[in-house]
């Protein structure tokens, strides 16, 4: 069986990695669809099983990128979702799967921003831009964090936090 297998009806790939991503310590490949990140492996010597991860893309919050290592490179992208994910490949691949998910963050297609030539350490971070000020009218309802009120956001269909600025 193969990761395409996996795929639900009309769901395009847009990114494949060339080689296996490291999540943990198990080695995927990770392919990026128009709905979802998708991590597959197939495991076993005499039983073969399917191992798969997914998360769907507009469940993303934010992701982070960098890089480590003097000589060989590697790129690690922190992705943050229901759960905090760290996937650690090749570092060209790793910046390539980091300008995919970008447009997909801002909701609209937009030109991914150049990356600078990186130092070892060095962090990039992208993430939803803040919602417009609420409605007047809207129903609020507090913060688990700071107790403020927080805002609907129809088009993440989640809560904001003004004061803490993050999706609740």
Known sequence: MSAESF?????????RSKSNVSRGNKEY?????????ILYA???LIFKSD??????IEGIRSIKYRERGMFSKKGVITIEAATV??????????????????????????????LPSSSP???????IPPPPP???GAIQLNCPYC???TTYIAQYERRYCYNCQKYI
């Open 85 to 114: 994910m760290s996937l650690e490949g090749k570092a060209p691949e790793m910046k390539e799967l980091y300008h995919s998910l970008l447009p997909f963050l801002s909701g609209r297609p937009l030109e991914a921003p150049k």
């Open 121 to 127: 350490g060095e962090t990039l971070l992208a993430s």
């Open 51 to 56: 191992d798969l991860i997914t998360e769907p």
């Open 29 to 37: 490949q990770l392919l990026m669809t128009d709905k979802r990140l």
């Open 134 to 136: 609420p409605d007047a």
């Open 7 to 15: 795929l639900s009806p009309g769901e395009n790939i847009r990114f």
């Open 42 to 44: 197939r495991r076993g």
């Open 147 to 149: 107790g403020k009120p």
